[in-house]
Each structure stands twice: as C-alpha cells, then as structure tokens.
C-alpha cells in the first residue's frame, strides 16, 4: 500500500507543476548564489555553494538542488531569515506561494517526499 502511495505521489500532476515552479523560484532568486560556479579552477562554485561546501567538507553535497536533507520547513526558515551571510528575503520579495513551491523543489531528492 505504502508503494502505491509513493506512486501516486510521483504522477501527482499538482506536485509536479509545484516543483517545476520551485525550480523557477531557485534559478531567479538563488542560483546567484547557490548555483554551480563556471567551473574554473577556484571558480568551481558560486559564494553561498563555496560555503557550503567548506562547511560540510563532503557531507553533504554544496549543491542545494543535490541535496536530500533539505525539508520544506527548513527551506522555509532559512528564507525569512537569513543565516550567517544569507540575507532573509521579505514575502514581498518571495511569495508564500513561492516558497512553498521552493521547498517543494529543493526537497524533491529526498527518500520521505
């Protein structure tokens, strides 16, 4: 029962256009940020995916979008209020409907969705 269920949810069209809309959300408003780098020697990431990588040294993956941790609430918190560097964004700046749609996405990886 429990397989139909996570079946259901993965064709569940509502969450998929969610998710898609997360994505959207992450590339305009974080991907600055927490995108991949260009690449280049000392240049692989963007500053806040450097953190991160810095931070976890190989724990967890730098890239917010590779992750399978991140659970919509934490997404949530950290957004409104910012965390060491990470400045908070306003609901005039990210929506609730646009946050919930974020942390739809960046949770998207994670075995308990």
């Known amino acids: 029962m429990l397989c139909t269920a996570g079946a259901a949810a993965a064709a569940d069209p509502d969450h998929d256009a ?5 994505e959207q959300v992450f590339a305009y408003n974080c991907t600055s940020c927490h995108g991949p780098g260009i690449g280049n020697p000392g240049n692989e990431f963007k500053p806040g995916t450097d953190a991160l990588r810095v931070k976890y040294n190989g724990d967890v993956p730098a890239l917010l979008t ?3 941790d991140l659970t919509p609430d934490a997404v949530a918190y950290f957004v409104r209020n910012g965390i060491s560097i990470m400045p908070f964004f306003r609901k005039t700046e990210i929506s609730d409907a646009d946050l919930a749609a974020l942390g739809a996405y960046l949770n998207r990886n994670s075995a308990g969705r």
């Open 18 to 22: 969610l998710i898609a809309r997360g």
């Open 66 to 68: 590779e992750r399978t």
